[in-house]
T-cell receptor, first 110, second 115 residues
Framework: RKEVEQDPGPFNVPEGATVAFNCTYS??????FFWYRQDCRKEPKLLMS???SGNEDGRFTAQLNRASQYISLLIRDSKLSDSATYLC???????????FGRGTSLIVHP | EPEVTQTPSHQVTQMGQEVILRCVPI?????FYWYRQILGQKVEFLVS????????KSEIFDDQFSVERPDGSNFTLKIRSTKLEDSAMYFC?????????????FGSGTRLTVV
């Protein structure tokens, strides 16, 4: 079983739509969770950390479900500029290795 | 905003040659990483570095690869005897702590093309 799994998509949505991605992780010892955004041929950039209680940053909401071992990212009122690949990153406690998912591609169209 | 700097942005090399990819991590960060991403594929961990030594490395990071922190600012990845399959984007990253909520800051990458 892969350590971090994501639906590769693409998710093709109109402007203004709400879209949600999930990411599952296999290691129950995982402690830190992040969503990164990667534009084509660019570096990953931290979008938001995911806290146990869930957290929101503007149009973006992240949730963690430890029992089912997944994290989610909700994007409200999608903008054209949200088109990118969204990477789920998981870190095990005491590990120096952040593990990346393959990414979910989002395309927002007019 | 502090950033991780990588040079060169693009390197073309002949198969069998050695290349050195350079990175300047954020100055107060303590943990350094190299990742690679083959076109169209996922970001893959190569190695992490802390306190002037390798802390973890992946199966990809074999004897062909080495890392060094030659001075207080640079962090380099050396690839000896490059192969065609080494062609990829190589990202350097750094973090203040490992596993902290601040995550990891990536450089803009070096695109390595082996011909």
């Amino acid at each position: 079983r892969k350590e971090v799994e994501q639906d590769p998509g693409p998710f093709n949505v109109p402007e203004g739509a709400t879209v949600a991605f999930n990411c599952t992780y296999s290691n129950s010892a995982s402690q830190s969770f992040f969503w990164y955004r990667q534009d084509c041929r660019k570096e990953p950039k931290l979008l938001m950390s995911v806290y146990s209680s869930g957290n929101e940053d503007g149009r973006f909401t992240a949730q963690l479900n430890r029992a089912s071992q997944y994290i989610s990212l909700l994007i409200r009122d999608s903008k054209l500029s949200d088109s990118a690949t969204y990477l789920c990153v998981v870190n095990m406690w005491g590990s120096y290795i952040p593990t990346f998912g393959r990414g979910t591609s989002l395309i927002v169209h007019p | 905003e502090p950033e991780v700097t990588q040079t060169p942005s693009h390197q073309v090399t002949q198969m069998g040659q050695e290349v050195i990819l350079r990175c300047v991590p954020i100055s107060n960060h303590l943990y350094f990483y190299w990742y690679r991403q083959i076109l169209g594929q996922k970001v893959e961990f190569l190695v992490s570095f802390y306190n002037n030594e390798i802390s973890e490395k992946s199966e990809i990071f074999d004897d062909q690869f080495s890392v060094e922190r030659p001075d207080g600012s640079n962090f380099t990845l050396k690839i000896r005897s490059t192969k065609l399959e080494d062609s990829a984007m190589y990202f350097c990253a750094s973090s203040e702590l490992t596993g902290s909520k601040d995550g990891y800051t990536f450089g803009s990458g070096t695109r390595l093309t082996v011909v």
